[in-house]
């Protein structure tokens, strides 16, 4: 019985705890998958992995991906087909094959199980969430089947779908100069604030001695805001107050504060020097069970240091930037400097500040606890993104070139 506890714990913290309990409390449909855990129960099919699916679809609803459930027993709880891909037309594009051999980047995908890409897709209208073809994310999808066909060189084969364990990736962060006076940031989070601060002594005068600067985050899956606060002296003017219309709210329970806090402390004993998520923690703990309430650090005008020098900044976004890298290209669309120039990005930052909640036998909920003030006045940014100031569609041309790295440098000749 205890995964009906679990289930109703569950309902409990997305009613209560959850960010979005007052926005979208008419999101979720409790009822519907307590009967079919009832169901499931009395055939006998309730197992951990049935469990798991039932509460997986429950969240869906909430349409938040800053809200996902963990089992960390089950053989699939992290894995990965070992590729991704993108869509163009009715045809799945090999972008990457960090693991699976049998691909290779370019390959065509035609078919899912002989099933038509097209067709697919009208099956799983609703995980595609109604998402442009350029936005589409397949591979949870594609994971639901067993074969694939692959046009690779003109030949047509069929190659069956392995699933690998998902790899830890590091923080890597880098400068490079790519044409006269320019220098190409690339961040692939926000993780790793030491990391950060490194790069910026290392390079800090190089950056500030350029007059364009190139800033690519199209691969970025976020981290924590702070670590990319300092990077913002470079790409605005000096003094530069920033002013939010809306004022985030933060929903302090006594649950969310518990569970914030366990995983903040790991955080900063990684990052001893992260002054602004000190002051965050603070502000936490005096506001300890008031619920919904907007911290003075989310009130107070932001102001950037800046830089004396003028500069051309460009920032780089796509589909696969998202949570702090949303917020990195909000920030920076501010400056009268940047130009964002790409994709919209994934649009996962509405509700942020990621808590998790440990159950017994190993399972967890990890949801957000924080919400973008703009949202109930229609100004948010999930699965939409941050829209670019220059819009570069996607095609399967940007597998054998960066096109957008093209322009860009195209662009900046003609400033």
């Known amino acids: 019985m205890k995964y009906f506890e679990i289930f109703e714990e569950i309902i409990d913290i997305m009613g209560k705890d959850y960010s979005g309990c007052e926005i979208k409390r008419d999101w979720g449909k409790p009822e519907h998958y307590r009967q079919l855990m009832k169901k499931a129960y009395e055939t006998g099919e309730l197992n951990r992995s049935r469990f798991k699916e039932i509460v997986d679809d429950y969240i869906f609803d909430y349409k938040d991906s800053h809200v996902w459930f963990s089992d960390n027993k089950l053989k699939n709880s992290s894995i990965s087909i070992g590729f991704k891909v993108r869509r163009y037309e009715d045809i799945l594009y090999v972008i990457s094959t960090n693991q699976e051999k049998n691909l290779k980047v370019g390959a065509l995908i035609i078919e899912l199980d002989n099933v038509p890409i097209k067709e697919v897709a009208e099956k799983f209208h609703r995980e595609l969430m109604g ?3 350029e936005r589409q994310l397949w591979e949870k999808i594609i994971m639901k089947f067993k074969t694939l066909t692959m046009v690779d060189d003109g030949k047509t084969s069929k190659v069956n779908i392995n699933r690998y364990p998902n790899e830890n990736k590091e923080s890597k962060y880098e400068c490079n100069h790519v044409a006269d006076d320019t220098i190409l940031l690339s961040y692939n989070d926000f993780e790793n604030y030491g990391l950060s601060q490194e ?7 190089e950056i500030l001695s350029s007059k364009n600067i190139i800033i690519d985050v199209r691969v970025n899956a976020g981290g924590c805001d702070s670590v990319f606060f300092e990077l913002l002296n470079y790409m605005f003017p000096e003094n530069f107050s920033i002013e939010d219309e809306y004022s985030g709210l933060t929903n302090i329970t006594e649950r969310n504060y518990n ?9 900063i004993e990684q990052n001893p020097n992260d ?5 965050y923690v603070d502000e936490l703990t005096i506001n300890k069970n008031k619920g919904f309430v907007a911290l003075d650090m989310d ?3 932001f102001v950037v240091k800046g830089s004396k020098e003028v500069k051309n900044v460009i920032v780089l976004t796509d589909r696969y930037c998202g949570s702090s890298g949303d917020s990195f290209v909000i920030f920076a669309a501010y400056s009268p400097w940047v130009t964002v120039i790409g994709r919209p990005t994934y649009g996962v930052i509405d509700y942020s500040n990621v808590a998790e909640q440990k159950f017994e036998d190993n399972f967890s909920l990890c949801y957000a606890t924080s919400v973008n003030g703009g949202v109930k006045y229609g ?20 597998i054998e070139k960066d096109i957008d790295l093209e322009y860009v440098l195209e662009f900046l000749k003609n400033k």
């Open 131 to 133: 998402q442009p073809n």
């Open 199 to 205: 790069l910026l002594a290392n390079y800090g005068q």
């Open 259 to 267: 569970n914030r806090m366990e995983m903040l402390s790991e955080y």
């Open 275 to 279: 002054e602004m998520l000190k002051r």
């Open 299 to 301: 009130k107070a005008t």
């Open 379 to 398: 100004k948010g940014y999930d699965n939409v993104g941050v829209q670019p100031d220059i819009y570069i569609p996607w095609s399967p041309e940007h």
